[in-house]
């Protein structure tokens, strides 16, 4: 069974004048029979596939190609896909919503496709993020809500613990969202946006209640 793994490294000073040359003597240690090589500005991200036997040798090789340039390791880059989500949670959720769950959780966290992103969080940070936005998604993905109003109201549920209707009797409150003629829950703003206005509206109050109860 093939695995996935990626490495970032820093590019060494003395490496710089003949990238190419480097890059080449890099390739050399690798041993997976699928692997990828990119370069942006100082970093250098290496992506290996293969059996577990084959990424464990070629880390090891080229840990000890970098010991001698005295570089080190960056964290590790987790690739979360739709398809990774539903393999921990059984279905999945928008795949945006968790980037900005992971955000909150204060890992960056970017995205890579249209279904999948990247983060340095750790595997039991990204499992209980996934586990959580799913729970919330399955309570709201047939209500009369607006794509952008249930992200919003998905990623405030999985990160305050809250439940999703709860979220959403608080969020009128605030005029993040409304419904329209038709009765379907909507929000004026970007979702980010609202999801932004909405955060910041609830530690506010929390702030204030905490104050008045000291």
Same mark, same amino acid.
């Given at each position: 069974?093939?695995?996935?793994?990626?490495?970032?490294?820093?590019?060494?000073?003395?490496?710089?004048?003949?990238?190419?040359?480097?890059?080449?003597?890099?390739?050399?240690?690798?041993?997976?029979?699928?692997?990828?090589?990119?370069?942006?500005?100082?970093?250098?991200?290496?992506?290996?596939?293969?059996?577990?036997?084959?990424?464990? /040798?070629?880390?090891?090789?080229?840990?000890?190609?970098?010991? +001698?340039?005295?570089?080190?390791?960056?964290?590790? =880059?987790?690739?979360?896909?739709?398809?990774?989500?539903?393999?921990?949670?059984?279905?999945?959720?928008?795949?945006?919503?968790?980037? /900005?769950?992971?955000?909150?959780?204060?890992?960056?966290?970017?995205?890579? &496709?249209?279904? @999948?992103? +990247?983060?340095?969080?750790?595997?039991?940070?990204?499992? /209980?993020?996934?586990?959580?936005?799913?729970?919330?998604?399955?309570? =709201?993905?047939?209500?009369?809500?607006? @794509?952008?109003?249930?992200?919003?109201?998905?990623?405030?549920?999985?990160?305050?613990?809250?439940?999703?209707?709860?979220?959403?009797?608080?969020?009128?409150?605030?005029?993040?969202?409304?419904?329209?003629?038709?009765?379907?829950?909507?929000?004026?703003?970007?979702?980010?946006?609202?999801?932004? +206005?909405?955060?910041? &509206?609830?530690?506010?109050?929390?702030?204030?209640?905490?104050?008045?109860?000291?």
């Amino acid at each position: 069974m093939y695995r996935s793994v990626t490495r970032v490294y820093k590019v060494p000073p003395q490496a710089r004048g003949d990238l190419q040359a480097f890059l080449d003597r890099l390739s050399k240690h690798i041993r997976t029979p699928i692997a990828s090589i990119s370069v942006r500005g100082d970093t250098i991200r290496v992506e290996l596939s293969g059996t577990l036997s084959q990424i464990r /040798e070629s880390t090891e090789a080229l840990r000890r190609f970098f010991e +001698e340039y005295k570089v080190k390791v960056g964290k590790k =880059v987790r690739v979360i896909t739709f398809h990774k989500m539903e393999n921990i949670a059984g279905t999945g959720a928008p795949i945006d919503a968790l980037e /900005e769950l992971i955000k909150l959780k204060g890992f960056p966290a970017r995205r890579r &496709a249209k279904k @999948s992103i +990247e983060t340095t969080a750790p595997k039991k940070v990204v499992e /209980e993020a996934v586990r959580k936005l799913v729970e919330a998604y399955g309570k =709201v993905r047939d209500e009369r809500i607006s @794509s952008s109003a249930m992200k919003m109201v998905i990623v405030v549920s999985a990160y305050l613990e809250l439940d999703p209707s709860q979220v959403i009797e608080e969020a009128m409150k605030m005029n993040i969202l409304f419904k329209d003629s038709n009765g379907k829950i909507r929000t004026g703003y970007a979702w980010r946006g609202a999801l932004r +206005e909405f955060m910041r &509206a609830y530690r506010k109050e929390a702030k204030t209640e905490e104050g008045l109860g000291s």
